[in-house]
């Protein structure tokens, strides 16, 4: 299950949303950083080496930090609710960035 995330206000979290990351992570969390925009169907998938069209958003735990990413299937079966060390996300596109 994914908690509806939409309302934190200031990272605090409702009981039924705590409850619910605890069921997805246990006690191994701290913060979470949801996304600010709602997911766009369409978006790619933000995994690297992935071309696929993202089909939900998933909740992942690097090191006790909750992310929300947009993943296709087969990312969101494979890494929503887990606890790791690593995510092996694609890097932000910097093409037209000026240094």
Same mark, same amino acid.
């Given at each position: 299950?994914?908690? *509806?995330? /939409?309302?934190?206000? @200031?990272?605090?979290?409702? =009981? &039924?949303?705590?409850?619910?990351?605890?069921?997805?992570?246990? /006690?191994? =969390? $701290?913060?979470?950083?949801?996304?600010? &925009?709602?997911?766009?169907?369409?978006?790619?998938? &933000?995994?690297?080496?992935?071309?696929?069209?993202?089909?939900?958003?998933?909740?992942? @735990?690097? =090191?006790? $930090?909750? $992310? &929300?990413? *947009?993943?296709? *299937?087969?990312?969101?079966?494979?890494?929503?609710?887990? @606890?790791?060390?690593?995510?092996?996300? /694609?890097?932000? *596109?910097?093409?037209?960035?000026?240094?």
């Amino acid at each position: 299950m994914t908690p *509806d995330l /939409r309302h934190i206000v @200031n990272h605090r979290l409702t =009981w &039924e949303q705590e409850d619910a990351l605890d069921a997805l992570f246990g /006690r191994m =969390w $701290t913060i979470i950083f949801p996304k600010p &925009e709602p997911f766009a169907p369409g978006s790619p998938c &933000e995994f690297d080496l992935c071309d696929a069209v993202a089909s939900g958003r998933i909740l992942v @735990n690097v =090191w006790g $930090t909750i $992310t &929300e990413h *947009d993943a296709c *299937d087969r990312h969101r079966a494979f890494f929503h609710g887990k @606890n790791l060390d690593y995510l092996p996300l /694609r890097l932000p *596109d910097t093409a037209g960035a000026s240094s």
